[in-house]
Nanobody
Framework: QVQLVESGGGLVQPGGSLRLSCAAS????????MGWYRQAPGKQRELVAA???????NYADSVKGRFTISRDNAKNTVYLQMNSLKPEDTAVYYC??????????????WGQGTQVTVSS
């Protein structure tokens, strides 16, 4: 009942930047936390960054100082600005959101993923 659509992935050279977007739609009453996870080949999915409805943020140590998460609550959209990208940032990036539907049921949803490749 909640769809998350990601965009903004692609191929970038080391040191470059990308901006990911994720828009949530559906029977949404409210969204609590929104976040970005990533999964590299042969590795487990890991949290990259998360942001609450109040704007509190949390980052993985590996991206602190390079990535910035933000959200537009009016648009139910979360962004991930990625700067100084490294080859080890290569992964499929997934958006996640949890909150409450209009029928007051709780939800948790994942996007389909967007590929980020950092390579020269």
């Amino acid at each position: 009942q909640v769809q998350l659509v990601e965009s903004g992935g692609g191929l970038v050279q080391p040191g470059g930047s990308l901006r990911l977007s994720c828009a949530a739609s559906g029977s949404i009453f409210s969204i609590n936390a929104m976040g970005w996870y990533r999964q590299a080949p042969g590795k487990q999915r890991e949290l990259v960054a998360a942001i609450t409805s109040g704007g509190s943020t949390n980052y993985a140590d590996s991206v602190k100082g390079r990535f910035t998460i933000s959200r537009d609550n009016a648009k139910n959209t979360v962004y991930l600005q990625m700067n100084s990208l490294k080859p080890e940032d290569t992964a499929v990036y997934y958006c996640n959101a949890d909150g409450r539907l209009r029928n007051l049921a709780d939800f948790g949803s994942w996007g389909q993923g967007t590929q980020v490749t950092v390579s020269s």
